[in-house]
Nanobody
């Protein structure tokens, strides 16, 4: 059974930091690009960051310079370190697995391209 379990969401003030984690099981983790989408009310789910099996990161413009994605292929865990958080970062954050990272971040990005999803963890940034 495929499982992606997110944790680490919380409420913080503007300028604060959070680290999100995604623990996975039930699929060949090292064969997939892993990443994060986020969705706020009334908006489409958007790719924020992704990392391929070799550790190459990909970031949306909104995340560059503030977010750092990493993965541990042995533990099958992925993390997203977020700093300098802004109110516009408020969203539900979803862990995702896809065959290719451009399916998570970039011109090919889309929720329909993802193979596996987590249930989400909520991030709230207050001003």
């Amino acid at each position: 059974q495929v499982q992606l379990v997110e944790s680490g969401g919380d409420s913080v003030q503007t300028g604060g930091s959070l680290t999100l984690s995604c623990e996975t099981s039930g699929f060949t983790y090292e064969n997939y690009c892993m990443g994060w989408f986020r969705q706020s009310p009334g908006k489409e789910r958007e790719g924020v960051a992704a990392i391929d099996s070799r550790g190459m990161p990909y970031y949306a413009d909104s995340a560059k310079g503030r977010f750092t994605i990493s993965r541990d292929n042995a533990k099958k865990i992925m993390t997203l370190q977020m700093s300098s958080l802004k109110p516009e970062d408020t969203a539900m954050y979803y862990c995702a697995a896809a065959f290719f990272c451009p399916q998570i971040v970039g011109p090919l990005s889309g929720a329909g391209q993802v193979n596996y999803w987590g249930q989400g963890t909520r991030v709230t940034v207050s001003s």
